[in-house]
């Protein structure tokens, strides 16, 4: 079979969620099924390292699909002939979009909808795109892969999807995330935040992540002088219309790093003395896995997916209030026993979690598809 994948995630040093999806995803999948043909449609010049194996085309398809007029353009008109041009039998799409214009076979892989529950979120050239689309991608689709059964159950809800088209295929956490030494722990925090201890939020700078109540819930504690640490956020701004205020007397405790890369982050991940997440909609939540794994306590939201992920390896907190997060926050930096139970739950839950079985699964969603057409 020819298969066709959407590539356009895949970006050298810029990596984030939907391209560390196809990447591990597609890594995996290519090598491990060299009977197949793989064409890889990228909407710019790419990357050498993105091309896993011998059994992929790389393929630029223009125009760069970023703009929601350009979105349509690319998906509806110009990847349609690129899929007939190289002869593909199945279209996969990582990011939840689809073309409406092939009657090829198509998997897309929906991570969540949250701008369905919380419109606000975003911008409102970007919502209107999404409300009126993502609706027809799913019934389009012949197969929907998902994160967590969370978010398969809400896309049965909102879109009257039925179950037997929707398959869970869990995110899962690259082995770069570990436990450190003290004295390497030591030497994170003197590069980052002055050779303080720290409470860390890894994510993009989006409503949704919930980050002015963190930061609030923080600013609480550090002016009670109840803590010793700092605040770290790694991260990127999502839209340029939301900002986050951050008070005169807290700037010199809270530090933003901006993007940074895998490696990195790792070694910042395990520095932490816990993982604060506390988003309100999420999916799936990575950075909740790559803590575990790091031997890191993870203090998260008690809403959509995140129970599903953490059970009981994770403490939970009220997303919606600054109260909860700020004695939940109190509560996991300073009970001892607490902590431990948290890091030794967090390391054997994280094992549930792997790229390698993520990859299966999708294959297993791809195979359902070329099965059926046959």
């Known amino acids: 079979m020819r298969i066709g994948i959407n590539a356009r995630f895949l970006l050298k040093n810029k990596m984030e969620g939907f391209g560390?999806?196809?990447?591990?995803?597609?890594?995996?999948?290519?090598q491990q099924h060299p009977e197949h043909e793989f064409i890889f449609f990228f909407d710019r010049p790419f990357d050498q390292k993105f091309i896993f194996s011998n059994n992929i085309t790389p393929v630029v398809v223009?125009?760069?699909?970023?703009?929601p007029i350009l979105q349509i353009i690319w998906f509806d008109y110009a990847i349609p002939r690129a899929l007939k041009k190289y002869k593909c039998d199945v279209f996969v799409s990582t990011d939840g979009y689809l073309s409406l214009k092939t009657d090829l076979p198509q998997l897309t892989v929906i991570h969540d909808l949250n701008f369905e529950h919380n419109p606000s979120d975003l911008p409102k050239s970007a919502l209107k795109f999404l409300k009126k689309r993502f609706p027809l991608f799913a019934q389009r689709a012949d197969r929907i892969c998902t994160v967590s059964h969370f978010s398969k159950a809400d896309i049965i809800d909102t879109y009257g999807i039925e179950a037997d088209k929707i398959d869970v295929t869990y995110n899962g956490v690259s082995p770069v995330f570990q436990q450190i030494q003290t004295e390497e722990k030591i030497k994170v925090q003197q590069e980052f935040?002055?050779?303080?201890?720290?409470?860390?939020?890894?994510?993009?700078?989006?409503k949704r992540k919930n980050l002015q109540r963190l930061i609030e819930a923080y600013s609480k504690l550090k002016s009670k002088g109840a803590i010793p640490h700092h605040l770290l956020i790694v991260g990127e701004s999502m839209?340029?219309?939301?900002?986050i205020k951050?008070?005169?007397?807290?700037?010199?405790?809270?530090h933003f790093t901006g993007h940074v890369s895998l490696d990195r982050l790792a070694k910042i991940m395990a520095g932490a003395d816990c993982l604060s997440f506390v988003s309100y909609f999420e999916g799936f939540g990575i950075p909740l896995v790559e803590a575990m794994q790091s031997g890191v306590p993870v203090?998260?939201?008690?809403?959509?997916?995140?129970?599903?992920?953490?059970?009981?390896?994770v403490l939970y907190c009220d997303p919606y209030s600054v109260?909860?997060?700020?004695?939940?926050?109190?509560?996991?930096?300073t009970d001892k026993d607490l902590r431990d139970e948290l890091i030794a739950k967090g390391l054997e839950r994280a094992k549930a979690f792997s790229w390698d079985y993520t990859a299966?699964?999708?294959?297993?969603?791809?195979?359902?598809?070329?099965?059926?057409g046959q």
């Open 20 to 30: 560390w999806y196809t990447y591990e995803t597609m890594l995996r999948i290519t």
């Open 62 to 67: 223009n125009p760069p699909a970023r703009h």
């Open 193 to 206: 935040t002055a050779g303080h201890p720290y409470v860390l939020f890894v994510g993009a700078i989006h």
């Open 239 to 243: 839209w340029k219309s939301q900002t």
């Open 246 to 254: 951050v008070d005169e007397n807290m700037k010199s405790f809270i």
């Open 299 to 313: 203090l998260a939201g008690n809403l959509t997916a995140l129970p599903e992920i953490g059970e009981d390896a």
């Open 323 to 333: 109260d909860s997060i700020t004695s939940q926050l109190k509560v996991i930096l």
């Open 360 to 372: 299966r699964d999708l294959w297993k969603a791809v195979e359902k598809i070329i099965d059926h």
